[in-house]
Each structure stands twice: as structure tokens, then as C-alpha cells.
């Protein structure tokens, strides 16, 4: 079945480290994004990416870097400028014209900061 | 894209229709009402969407207002599996970057 992969669905990191969130799709779909969800709040944009080796800044880009090297992929990495860095993290991904199902989201990563 | 603004929470009995307001004041001519719900720790999923007229899929009914201004997706018996967050978002279909912008959403709980 086409879909999103997140991996992994928890993830702990220490402070001043680096991680990378893994985002996977199947679906054939031009665009990806990544947002962040705090507690109790709505999803915010970080990146997202309309096309292979092409992406933009969202709402809350600092401290956060992506990449777009093949189509099917779309990793993020929290950098250690990220101050609070410790939130649920969501990838989607859609067609670049939309299509009439809208966004494909992935079911998320956990990360917390120790 | 426009801005909306829905109540941060709601409660509906169980078996019962949902009705979900959804103020949009400043949407503009090329722009969609999309309905999305989060269940707990899990990613969105779609509902429905609609430009003009009212829409009904196998999940809601999506009613907009004559003046797009509003609208209201409507849960037709509601069940426990239900209870979610609904946001509400509006959009231009195919804009550069096809970005959806979250508000707040509507916090639904279903109640026996």
C-alpha cells in the first residue's frame, strides 16, 4: 500500500546533538513538508520541498536543515541551534498541481530532548 | 491564505450529528475549505473539501455559506471514534509550495 513512512517513532536526543528524522513516501508525489507540533497547539511549518534538489523555508525554519535528493525522500535534521528542539514532528507529502485528497501525512516522530 | 477561526472545543453525544463551525471571512475567489481531524499522537488525515458548493463524502458534509465566508462540516452520527482535534483550513488549490497553515482546530470530544 503507497503511504509515509516516519522512522523512528521515538527518538531521544542530548543536548548540543545533531539528529536526523527520516520521511519516506511511495506515493509518487512531488511535494513534501515537515511540521512541528507543540503541545496542545496546531502544526507549524519548517521546510518543505515542491521538487527534487528544491526546497524553502516555512514559519520556523531556524535550527532546523532538510534535504531533497531523490523524490522519494525528504530527511530532516534538528541541528543543536534548535533551542527547544523537543516536539512531535510530521511529515506529508502532496501532488505539486494538489489533488483532490489533499496532503498525505506520516504518523510522526516523537523527539525529547535529555 | 486565509485566516480561520473555529471554537477551541466542543462536546457532542455520541450518535448524535456534529456540527462544526468555521469562520473564513477573508477567503478569496480560488480559495478551498479543507477539513482535516487529528486523532491523539497520530499524523492528520483528510475529511472533505469544497470550493462553492456543499459536498458529502463517506466520512461528512461539507455546507459552505452562500458568501463563503463560513462554514460548517457536519459529522452525521457521531461515534466515539470521533473525538479528535478538526481544523479547518483554507487554501488556493495548486499555489506554489501547496501549503496547508493550521490554526488552532476545534478540540471534539464524543461523549456515551
Known amino acids: 500500500d503507497g503511504g509515509i513512512t516516519q522512522s523512528p517513532k521515538y527518538l531521544f536526543r542530548k543536548e548540543g546533538q545533531n539528529v536526523t528524522l527520516s520521511c519516506e513516501q511511495n506515493?509518487?508525489?512531488?511535494?513534501m513538508y515537515w511540521y512541528r507540533q507543540d503541545p496542545g497547539q496546531g502544526l507549524r511549518l519548517i521546510y518543505y520541498s515542491q521538487i527534487v534538489n528544491d526546497f524553502q523555508k516555512g514559519d520556523i525554519a531556524e535550527g532546523y536543515s532538510v534535504s531533497r535528493e531523490k523524490k522519494e525522500s525528504f530527511p530532516l535534521t534538528v541541528t543543536s541551534a534548535q533551542k527547544n528542539p523537543t516536539a512531535f514532528y510530521l511529515c506529508?507529502?502532496?501532488?505539486?498541481?494538489?489533488?483532490?485528497?489533499?496532503?498525505?501525512f506520516g504518523s510522526g516522530t516523537r523527539l525529547t530532548v535529555v | 491564505d486565509a485566516k480561520t477561526t473555529q471554537p477551541p472545543s466542543m462536546d457532542c453525544a455520541e450518535g448524535r450529528a456534529a456540527n462544526l463551525p468555521c469562520n473564513h471571512s477573508t477567503i478569496s475567489g480560488n480559495e478551498y475549505v479543507y477539513w482535516y481531524r487529528q486523532i491523539h499522537s497520530q499524523g492528520p488525515q483528510y475529511i472533505i473539501h469544497?470550493?462553492?458548493n456543499n459536498e458529502t463524502n463517506e466520512m461528512a458534509s461539507l455546507i459552505i455559506t452562500e458568501d463563503r465566508k463560513s462554514s460548517t462540516l457536519i459529522l452525521p452520527h457521531a461515534t466515539l471514534r470521533d473525538t479528535a482535534v478538526y481544523y479547518c483550513i483554507v487554501r488556493v488549490e495548486g499555489a506554489a509550495g501547496n501549503k496547508l497553515t493550521f490554526g488552532g482546530g476545534t478540540r471534539v470530544l464524543v461523549k456515551p
Open positions: 469544497g470550493l462553492k
Open positions: 506529508a507529502s502532496s501532488s505539486y498541481r494538489g489533488q483532490q485528497y489533499g496532503y498525505t
Open positions: 506515493l509518487n508525489h512531488d511535494a
